[in-house]
Each structure stands twice: as structure tokens, then as C-alpha cells.
């Protein structure tokens, strides 16, 4: 019987938003673990597994051989999409990373913007950050999906080449097309909390202008509640 890979429900939930067909460029690999994955259960052509570090290289090869699947694998040292062309690819992933990383390395790719190219995006943190850059920099957002692993939340950005959308500050914060996943209350609480720790710690602070914060995240809290109330209702809690 031939042995399969099973993925924990992050790298599940980035599998599920691969194109069927795809060739898949896989950006910071790791063990490879969602390449080969995707490789065995016939959702991708092909993938270029890429990492700036050789260890995590060497790890992806290990698994592409357990599993069966090297021959449809390329394997790049680079930092980012460095050494990967446009049409080598139709997809790309780039997972747990920080968001100025990925736009970092984004940044340095223009193709993906200028080519029709899906990108799921994964950031770990400055993922607001990420929001704003992606919307300004010629990218559209097709999809946004809220995944639980052991305990934490991710976000996951579909996004492609095309004319980016505007967005507030809460938008940056809470995302765009969240407000019908059904762990969106949970999203807007952790965010709140946040802010109130924000707001407090701001109260007790010596700045100058501490006031002009405190009001400016008492409006941001405000819009954040207003949200989250809207999705309660929406949802029946």
C-alpha cells in the first residue's frame, strides 16, 4: 500500500486553495511537507521547492523520496523567488514567514504582479502590514480563509495580479473577505484584546500625545465591536 503524508490543518488549509493542475512553486519549503501532499493526491502537475537554508532542502528531498513523488520535484537554493522564472510556475506559496518577509520577497519578484499567478500567502506576523502593501502593489484579493492549528489562528491570502482594493485601517486589521468564516468572532476578540491592552498601557504612559492615541484606538475598537457585533447577529450568537 502506498504511504501517504498527512498534513496538520494549516498546511491543509493552503493545500485546499492550490488550483487543481497547478505547478506549484513552493517558497521556503521546509520539510516540503505540502509540495509532496499535493504531489501524491494528483492536485498539481508539478513543484519547485525552494529555501534559502540548504538543511530544510535536504529535509524536502528526504520526504519527496519517502513519499515517492522526487521525479515531479525541482529542489532550489535561493532566497525567495530568486531563482524561480515566471513561466517555470502558475502558483506560489509562501508560508510561515513573517508579512515583511513575504512582501519582501514579493517586492523582488515583479512577475508576480505582472503575470496571472496565484499566490496563497501565509503570514505569521504584520499581517496588516501585509494587507495594505498587497492592496497598494497590484495585487487582488480573491479569497481569505481563518484556519485553527494546535490552538492559534492563521490567515491565509489568495490573492492575484490586478487592481488592488482600498481598505481602512480595520480592514488592514480584521481582513476583507473574512466576514463570513465562522472564525471571525474569534479573530475580532484577539484583536480586540489587543487594542484594550494597547489603549490601557497608552493610559498609564507619560507620552505627549498619548491623548490623541487613546482616542484614535477607542476608534478602532469601536468599528472592531461594531463588526464583531454585526457577525454575531449574522450568525446567531
Partial sequence: MEKKLQLQPRLQCIASLVPQGARLADVGTDHGYLPVWLLQHGRIESAIASDINALPLDHARATAREYGVTERMDFRLCPGLAKIKAEECDAIAIAGMGGETILGILEAAPWTHEDVHTLILQPQTK???????????????????????????????????????????????????????????????????????????????????????????????????????????????
Avoid at 128 to 153: A, N, P
Avoid at 165 to 178: K, M, R, V
Fill in 127 to 237: 499581517i496588516d502590514l501585509l494587507r495594505c502593501w498587497l492592496c497598494g502593489h497590484g495585487y487582488r484579493f480573491l479569497s481569505e480563509t481563518l484556519v485553527r492549528d494546535k490552538e492559534q489562528l492563521y490567515v491565509v491570502f489568495r490573492v492575484r495580479a490586478g487592481m488592488g482594493q482600498e481598505l481602512s485601517e480595520a480592514d488592514a486589521l480584521t481582513g476583507l473577505l473574512l466576514r463570513s468564516d465562522p472564525l471571525y468572532g474569534e479573530y475580532l476578540s484577539q484583536h480586540l484584546i489587543k487594542l484594550n491592552r494597547a489603549r490601557d498601557g497608552l493610559a498609564v504612559s507619560s507620552l505627549a500625545d498619548k491623548e490623541a492615541r487613546i482616542a484614535h484606538l477607542e476608534n478602532l475598537i469601536e468599528e472592531i465591536e461594531r463588526r464583531k457585533g454585526e457577525w454575531e447577529h449574522g450568525n446567531g450568537t
